[in-house]
């Protein structure tokens, strides 16, 4: 069965991290470019984030220097690092490979 399921999301304040979690079954990632997505309520989901098959990145100016995305191919996972969060960030987060979409995760980030 072919299937993403994210991870790490939750509450934190302002300034603070995450690690999101991004696990593939049923394919191997590492032949997909990968992407993390967020919706925020009442907005449209967002590209925040790519990496492709050949490791190389790309971020939304939004959290250009703030986030990265990395892979570990041993592991067929995919990773989001937050960093220096900001209130804006609060979404759902959902990765993507192919065509098949993870459930998401909730990412709160509020004092």
């Known amino acids: 069965q072919v299937q993403l399921v994210e991870s790490g999301g939750g509450l934190v304040q302002p300034g603070g991290s995450l690690r999101l979690s991004c696990a593939a079954s049923?394919?191997?990632?590492?032949?997909?470019?990968m992407r993390w997505f967020r919706q925020a309520p009442g907005k449209a989901r967002e590209l925040v984030a790519t990496?492709?098959?050949?490791?190389?990145?790309i971020y939304a100016n939004s959290v250009k220097g703030r986030f990265t995305i990395s892979r570990d191919n041993t592991k067929n996972t995919v990773y989001l690092q937050m960093n220096r969060l900001k209130p804006e960030d609060t979404a759902v987060y959902y990765c993507?490979?192919?065509?098949?979409w993870g459930q998401g995760t909730q990412v709160t980030v509020s004092s």
């Open positions: 993507s490979g192919g065509d098949t």
């Open positions: 049923g394919f191997t990632s590492s032949t997909y470019a």
């Open positions: 990496i492709t098959s050949g490791n190389y990145t």
